[in-house]
């Protein structure tokens, strides 16, 4: 079965900072490029970052851009997002996704597989 977990939210502190995992089970995560999306209550879901199989090519949204890295550890089949100095309007729950390109995967376009969401809330 294929599979993402992530883990690693939380409650911080404004100004803090939290690193996502998403961890593959049942497939290699080196073939695929993978997403980072949010969603909070009420609000649609965006597509934050995307970095592609090689780990050449990284995207970011406006929103997140200098201070939201992707990277990704293809040894041990896991992507991470490093996140800081955030900010209350970060608080959502946040997914990953693994497609093939970062141009589709970043709109939410053919996405083969999800996980199933962590939590950060950002709240002094």
């Known amino acids: 079965q294929l599979q993402l977990v992530e883990s690693g939210g939380g409650l911080v502190q404004p100004g803090e900072s939290l690193r996502l995992s998403c961890a593959a089970s049942?497939?290699?995560?080196?073939?695929?490029?993978i997403g980072w999306f949010r969603q909070a209550p009420g609000e649609e879901r965006e597509g934050v970052s995307c970095?592609?199989?090689?780990?050449?090519?990284?995207i970011y949204a406006h929103s997140v851009k200098g201070r939201f890295t992707i990277s990704r550890d293809n040894a041990k089949n896991t992507v991470y997002l490093q996140m800081n100095s955030l900010k209350p309007e970060d608080t959502a729950i946040y997914y990953c996704?693994?497609?093939?390109?970062?141009?589709?995967?970043?709109?939410?376009?053919?996405?083969?597989?999800w996980g199933q969401g962590t939590l950060v809330t950002v709240s002094s």
């Open positions: 996704a693994a497609g093939r390109l970062c141009s589709s995967v970043i709109a939410g376009r053919y996405l083969e597989v």
């Open positions: 049942g497939f290699t995560l080196e073939n695929y490029a």
């Open positions: 970095i592609s199989s090689s780990g050449d090519t990284r």
